[in-house]
């Protein structure tokens, strides 16, 4: 997509826009310059960092950009791309009025200076009445800004703003999306929009702000799900804002019409599923914070229960929250029992309360499907991480070493046995014997070998690698047996790779000896590794290829004598 320089804001979202607007103010924007005709480079410093960035501008129409930050595959302009053009343009529009101006100062200075001010205090209201009328004709982003500033005095239509928008939005969205001027347009009016929505809602005229907010909604949202990129961000800003709105005039102490008419509104919108999923969960906070009343509760208890099955995930999560609301999280898993099959969508709904902070019904719908075992491995994680911080929330200590115990059960991971560690307080050693027991039970050596390794219980863990280790299990551990024990490791190492070498010949076998050993090298261990190839070629003298591969990883002087040089 390529932008005119004149007016690229607005095609891009109003924060990266903001963003970029500061950067340029704080003089965050450096060493701009045009090191070929039309090819522009600059440096953006943000905090710590900062990011080259390079423009073609041929002449006023935006080729290409790129950035430092930029990872693969991107190309949706950032905010350092921004604040480059714009101080690109400002770096322009100043030198062509620095030769507008030194044009003027080489004509005649009979004229004097004139302002607007000045005009509009010697114009008459009729000429000025015509001037609008002829300019308006003449200009359609004039005749634009002109009805959308005052559109709230015609008073013949219900919604005077429907109507500013219906002049911009085409009946139908062209397969292609729109032209760059008719977006353009589109985008005008509804910063003028904004404006006046900002200005109502600071006089404390809520009715306009309803007004706006609901013209912005019904006109934006159905055009929102066929756009993608910068334009679908610039779109989707300005229904969260008006979502905004709308929430904070029921938040107020209002007609009680009109905070109706703001639930009732985002009520419809939501279950008939026109609000995209970066909006679902702000309209599912507000609306089911209302359930509190009676009236609203059943009615959207009605809803679900008159949709046929499945319900869309909007209005399922809207009344789960709802029983979160009325304090009844013992319902939230037996609705999602109808959903069994549907794991997703469970998986989903728990997210969505947990991120509402509805912690009792989160404890009670993730317990529950957990022992399901329905989700996907990152699913599955995911509902186990939102339960640990749910327990801890609660203070449910209990639970939260059952969730940690099961966590480490599964994955040996050091992280959740040593949360485990400490949420067990006085209880550990009867619950470490416990799991130590069940994990030799159930053969899981692993992690057995984890739990033994993370409480230093180094007798236990030798035991258990000389009853079953392998190479791989004795070095992901052998790092524990340097200080202390390390004629374990090289019995232990003489023992395993002399298995191999029972099982295995040739140069191939000698080559994984000298892999198997090379770590310890690395590990600062070439003394140990040179007792254990001794012991080796001394019970494999027959071995031609073995001295000359283990004798590789040693010093010159060693290697000598290894290999009776």
Known sequence: MKYWLKDFEHNISPATWEAADRLCQSASVRNLREIETHFWVARVDVDDDSFETEVIITPHKIKAYACECFTPGRHLMCVHIAASLLKIRQFLDHRAEERRVKAEAAQSNELSRITVQSVLEKATPADIDAFVRDYARRDRDFALALKTWFAGSVTAADNPYM???DSVFPKSTPL???KDPDFRRVRKALDGLEVQL???????NFRGSFQIAVAILLKTLPVLEKLEGNRHEALLYFCQLALQKLTEISDRNLSVELRESAWDFIFDTGTKGYFPAEMNRKAILFLSGAAVNADKAERIRVLFDETPHPAPAFLLELYLASLAVRQMPKAVPKVLEDFLEMPEMIHSAILQLYYMKHWDAVLEAGSYF???????????????DV????????????????LLRQRFMKSGNFEAFRKLKIAAGETWPQL?????EDLSAKGEINILAAALAAEGLLEELAQLLEKNGTITLLQRYESYFFDKKLDFLRSQYVVLLSKHLDEHFGAPAAVFVRQSLSALVQKGQPELVYQIAKALIACFP????????LAEMLPKAKRKIFLGT
């Open 198 to 204: 900002n200005i109502a809602a600071a006089e404390g």
């Open 432 to 436: 470490r014997e416990k799991m130590v």
């Open 542 to 549: 027959e071995r031609a290829a073995l001295p000359e591969e």
């Open 387 to 402: 339960l640990l911080f749910v327990v801890e929330q609660l203070g449910n200590g209990t639970m939260q070493v059952d």
């Open 370 to 384: 957990l022992t399901k075992a329905i989700f996907s491995p990152k699913n599955q994680r995911e509902v186990e």
């Open 176 to 178: 292609k999306g729109y």
């Open 163 to 165: 109507l500013v928008l």
